[in-house]
């Protein structure tokens, strides 16, 4: 993003709808709630502890 700004639209991409509830993406568990795992590729990691679970594959 220019200057730094942060990207309003990445917070979305965490949550959905299903059946008219808002639903929270995979959270890490470890830390709990409220902390998301970021999807790469291969894996999923947690960017507060460094937990990481390989996709099955």
């Not at 299903?18 to 590729?41: T, Y």
């Amino acid at each position: 993003m220019p200057n730094g700004t942060p990207n309003a639209t990445a917070k979305w991409s965490k949550y959905k709808v299903e059946d008219g509830k808002l639903v929270r993406a995979e959270s890490c568990p470890e830390c709990g709630p409220g902390v998301f795992l970021a999807a790469h590729e291969d894996r999923k990691s947690c960017g507060r502890c460094g937990y990481t679970a390989m996709n099955d594959s």
